[in-house]
């Protein structure tokens, strides 16, 4: 057993202070379900129908109404909608057939054919089109986290990404013996912007490696968390260490935690004057470190995805598309000199990032 203090302690040795570059998560399913393999044969058949249903006039918003709409908070909706104007700007290249393809989306999905269509109608012809227009981004089954040995399917789901930005990778492992050697981490090989996720009993104490040197502890709490682990300052060795929970409100928000080698990251909705987080109080930043909750629903996403916006002493350094399938995003550096940025995304269970439910 390793006596450390729980924050950080000095590391022996040096560690070259470099990014590497990560590819996003896998796993997740984005396809639209597309019976359309020629975009013209869709195109057609979408206007035919917009024009059966009523769909196929343009209304122009005036000035005041684009205003109105770049100030409006997203409104707190339902789990998931019937449909995404954003698979349209997917769908089609050009600006009419995206507006017709929005237009119809709320006279078409999540309706029966055979009762919005007149007589005579083709059915099958539109029910081909549903499927196409009305598909939306939805989650597939993330992995299961790992199981502390000795502790099967007990315990709170504990999220360990590493912030610390060098190619030196973390690794976790069960701090189980006072006198006796340790086993093997659990999570070995952490790279930088790595999550991953560990089911550990309260109470129970990790070990956690920079490399192959003993480097900080954690004591797993009561609850589901985020723990990040990086620089307690940064361009030092010493190691430091923050967790992060919040509660389930049941709108599946995503949160956002910032690796960025930076002390501060500024954060904004592009194009929007929305607060970016679900706390009003908190500053439009991100400390190094630190998470936060983004203020977007699950709902609002599915429909028209936002992104976010990240600077840094008012300069763009880069933005992230939140996705609906995605519910945790890792900010960082790419590692060069101007410090490109790039970010991670992980599609874990919402309530494993979540405490109970309100």
């Known amino acids: 057993m390793m006596a450390f203090a729980s924050l950080a302690v000095f590391l022996l040795g040096a560690v070259r202070c470099s990014g590497r ?3 996003p998560g896998a796993g997740v399913n984005t396809t639209v379900n597309n019976h359309f393999l020629d975009r013209t044969d869709l195109d057609k058949e979408m206007k035919h129908l917009a024009s059966v249903l009523g769909a196929d006039k343009k209304v122009n ?3 005041p ?3 109105a709409l770049k100030a409006a908070k997203p409104a707190q909706q339902a789990m998931t909608v019937e449909y995404s104007p954003f698979t349209c700007k997917k769908l089609f290249a050009y600006a009419d057939s995206r507006d017709v393809c929005v237009r119809l989306q709320p006279l078409l999905c999540g309706k029966e054919c055979e009762k919005i269509l007149p007589a005579g109608g083709e059915v099958g012809k539109c029910a081909d ?3 196409t227009v009305c598909a939306i981004q939805k989650h597939s089954k993330a992995s299961a986290p790992v199981e502390l040995p000795g502790h099967a399917a007990s315990g709170n789901i504990l999220t360990f990404c590493n912030a610390y930005p060098t190619q ?9 013996y006072y006198a006796l050697e340790d086993p093997e981490p659990f999570l070995p090989g952490l790279k930088y912007l790595e999550c991953k996720q560990a089911l550990i009993p309260t109470g129970e104490g990790v070990n956690i490696f920079l490399g192959n040197f003993p ?9 589901s968390a985020i723990i990040m682990i990086g620089q ?5 060795l010493k190691m430091g260490v923050t967790v992060y929970s919040f509660k389930d409100e049941g709108y599946r928000r995503p949160v956002v935690c910032n690796a960025y080698p930076e002390d501060k990251l500024g954060t904004a909705v592009a194009g929007r004057d929305w607060h970016p987080y679900v706390n009003a109080k908190h500053p439009r930043s991100l400390k190094y470190m630190e998470c936060e909750k983004l203020g977007l629903d699950h709902a609002d996403s599915q429909k028209d995805p936002e992104s976010i916006e990240f600077s840094v002493d008012g300069k763009v350094k880069g933005h992230a598309l939140i996705s609906p399938v995605h519910t945790l995003y890792v900010v960082g550096s790419k590692g060069d000199e101007e410090k490109t940025l790039e970010f991670k995304e992980y599609h874990f269970e919402h309530g494993s990032i979540r405490e109970a439910k309100e």
């Open 21 to 23: 570059l990560l590819a």
């Open 61 to 63: 918003a005036t000035a």
């Open 65 to 67: 109404a684009k205003r």
């Open 129 to 131: 089109v549903q499927k």
């Open 168 to 176: 030196a990778m973390i690794s976790i492992q069960h701090d189980k």
């Open 215 to 223: 480097a900080a502890k954690h004591v797993a709490g009561s609850s």
């Open 232 to 236: 307690y300052k940064l361009g030092e």
